[in-house]
């Protein structure tokens, strides 16, 4: 009887994962030359078991690469090599290349062969300490050795924007205008997957796009223009034929055959392209890491603490049940009392359950914060700067959705810290400080939210500077005075940027707006303080999930909505008075000392309003986008705790409503978005849309 062993693989690529996320830790945190025995021991361990998985589900190409940095560590733990800052990035380096195999591998996409093979030479080279013999992988790679010692002419990229690039603040347009300033940029679109029009959604990106950009321009020059989107797109750049006429061969996906094509440049006058206007493809495949977004973990580990307390939970409700049942089967009016303390134990029972199934989805935020010792690692040896990252509330849990999601604005926020915030070792020197800064990453509880601070001991908002910016492209008039928050609040503007040189870590005005959106999006809010000379704190407050969400029911017309309770200020009752009218700009209500605009919802949603007075109503103010609204209703009907149902998933987006839930009586309330109908409010065109498209439904 054979077994099927590929029942095992999910096992082996999780296990293996945290494999190599326990060996990228312990690099980082080796000290060149004192090496710790046991630190090295939990490196060597993690690389061995990653050998023998690979090796017993027949993943040798795996096995074989890692078979080489075992050997290394093995002589690094016996003594026989010293830890020195160039093996340490080298060892970082070849974890990189085993998560890109293995994630290939998982995923069952093409690796990233050059970078293996390169990667390998390194390490042969190390084992046999730089000698002049020729590791094997060098003579196997010697033509990719060859293209890349040759002087290219230009690069040729294949560019596959996914499909939520738009979204993150991105502009193909933008970065080929970019490229024009580099070179001889052609561009050619391909369109195959650009839907009806009936079926296009605005927000989204459906094109892709090969590129010629001929000139003698660095690579480095060109990959610094997708550095923002890197993770939101498919790419590879190639460089166009030398001048010796190099061979290189490129694969396009057509249909469902593979076309090779092979140049060899006869004159060098010319340097060939792979025609692919004339082919409806897309851009061929890539590596897997470097292209492809990471997928959501499928999997959560559960302590047995957690299961035991929902099965000890289950007990009790199939008690509470029995119970329930046999008063249900002899009912009488003397049992009445027993009825009663039944549905209160059922109702204590159901709650404690909804409690304890939650905890199962909650994840420690170590989770989130264990890429940034990597990152700082990194960033800070390319920008010549020292920096001690400290990590704080590590075991603060968070939702597992919450989690995956708020990983971008934070990576965004660490590197804002790294590259405006935190100075160089003499500019610090310079101004009393110690040379190397420090970088902060706090969590912790409160009031029923999860906080995140990131706060370092850097130069802090540049006010002046940022307050000229403002002024110069016209978002701040000359004559106006301005606190120092509210000048803060200026870096979450879009397209904002203060740098005044382009860096692949910022600089191009994408960033802040982006993350401020995203965490929105979440239900949530960013907020900044800045000293001068102190250092900057911005600090994130989430939801702990989006599962349930505490909610106030609102009336309008005949239709209930629920209006998360987060993004409640107050509700008032009103007189008509008190309403401004400004041409343009709507109803306006006077709220201390600002004006508020009065959204009636029935307009917004095509409803029948039972009454269009607005002293007949109340009005509830809300906030979102850091902007107050007014939400006029006709009652309001209570507050409770709701599930959330997502309308994309059983329906389709709608702007304006986050979603859906079914109340207490059987019927289905719709959430509402709040910066959605703020969006709808500026262009009432958006809202006749979304009332037609109904009624066609």
């Known amino acids: 009887m054979s077994i099927d062993i590929s029942q095992f693989h999910d096992v082996f690529f999780e296990e293996s994962f945290e494999g190599l996320d326990a060996m990228e830790s312990g690099l980082l945190n080796l000290d060149v030359g004192a090496a710790d025995i046991e630190a090295i021991n939990t490196i060597f361990r993690a ?7 690979a090796g017993t589900f027949g993943f040798m190409a795996v096995s074989e690469f890692t078979h080489v940095m075992e050997t290394l560590l093995d002589e690094v733990r016996n003594g026989e090599r010293d830890v020195t800052a160039e093996s340490t990035n080298l060892f970082l380096e070849a974890v990189d290349v085993l998560r890109e195999m293995l994630t290939a ?73 970019e490229m024009e300033s580099l070179g001889d940029l052609t561009v050619i679109v391909n369109d195959e997957k650009l839907p009806s029009f009936s079926d296009l959604e605005p927000e989204d990106s459906y094109m892709s796009f090969h590129i010629t950009l001929k000139g003698e321009v660095p690579k480095e020059d060109v990959v610094e223009i997708f550095e923002w989107v890197d993770d939101d797109c498919d790419l590879t750049i190639e460089p166009l034929f030398d001048e010796k006429g190099s061979t290189i061969s490129k694969v396009v996906e057509a249909e469902k055959v593979d076309v090779v094509v092979e140049n060899k440049v006869e004159d060098p006058t010319v340097a060939p392209v792979v025609e692919i206007a004339s082919i409806k493809t897309p851009a061929p495949k890539v590596a897997a890491t470097k292209s492809a977004t990471p997928a959501a973990v499928a999997s959560i580990r559960v302590g047995t603490d957690k299961i035991d307390s929902l099965i000890n939970l289950v007990g009790e409700l199939v008690i509470t049940q029995s119970m329930l049942s046999q008063i249900g089967d002899n009912f009488t009016q003397e049992m009445l009392p027993q009825l009663i303390d039944g549905l209160a134990q059922l109702e204590r029972n159901s709650r404690e359950m909804q409690e304890a199934i939650m905890r199962i989805r909650m994840l420690p935020i170590s989770f989130a914060f264990n890429r940034f010792p990597r990152l700082v690692h990194d960033m800070t040896g390319k920008m010549g700067k020292k920096v001690e990252l400290k990590l704080t509330g590590e075991q603060t849990e968070l939702d597992k959705t919450v989690m995956e999601k708020i990983g971008d604005p934070l990576v965004h926020l660490v590197r804002n810290s790294l590259d405006h915030g935190l100075e160089t070792p003499e500019v610090r020197l310079a101004a009393g400080k110690d040379e190397t800064g420090t970088l902060n990453l706090n969590a912790y509880h409160q009031g029923g939210k999860i906080v995140i601070e990131i706060k370092d001991d850097g130069a802090g908002l540049n006010e002046d500077k940022i307050l000229s910016k403002a002024i110069e492209k016209g978002l701040v008039n000359a004559g106006d005075t301005l606190s120092p928050d509210k000048i803060h609040e200026l870096i979450f503007l879009p397209g904002f940027s203060t740098a005044d040189v382009v860096t692949d870590v910022s600089g191009r005005g994408v960033g802040m707006d982006v993350v401020r959106k995203n965490i929105s999006s979440l239900g949530g809010t960013v907020e900044v303080k800045s000293e001068k000379g102190v250092g900057s704190t911005f600090t994130i407050r989430l939801p702990l999930t989006l599962a349930i969400m505490d909610g106030q029911t609102i009336r309008v017309a005949t239709e209930n909505y629920i209006v998360p309770l987060v993004s409640i200020i107050e509700s008032i009752e009103i007189k008509t008075d008190d309403i401004k009218r400004v041409s343009g700009k709507g109803e306006l209500y006077p709220l201390r000392d600002e004006y508020v605009p009065v959204i009636r919802l029935y307009e917004l949603f095509g409803l029948k309003p039972t009454s269009t007075d607005l002293e007949e109503g109340l009005l509830v103010v809300v906030e979102g986008d850091n902007q107050k609204v007014g939400l006029f209703v006709d009652d309001l009907l209570g507050q409770q705790q709701v599930v959330i149902k997502s309308l994309e998933t059983n329906y389709r987006k709608v702007l304006g409503l986050s979603g859906a839930t079914i109340l207490g ?23 006749r849309k979304i009332i037609i498209d109904d009624h066609a439904a």
């Open 47 to 53: 690389a061995h078991s990653i050998k023998g998985g």
């Open 105 to 177: 591998v998982k995923d069952k996409t093409e690796t990233d062969d050059a970078r293996i093979a390169e990667v390998s030479a390194k390490l042969e080279a190390m084992m046999n300490d730089g000698g002049d013999s020729t590791p094997a992988s060098d003579i196997a790679s010697s033509e990719q050795s060859d293209a890349e010692n040759a002087k290219p002419q230009g690069w040729t990229i294949d560019f596959r924007p996914h499909r939520h690039l738009l979204q993150t603040g991105n502009d193909p347009v933008r970065m080929f205008r």
């Open 665 to 687: 009586d059987g019927t289905v309330a719709l959430i509402l978005d709040v910066p959605g109908l703020m969006t709808l409010y500026r262009d009432p065109s958006l809202a």
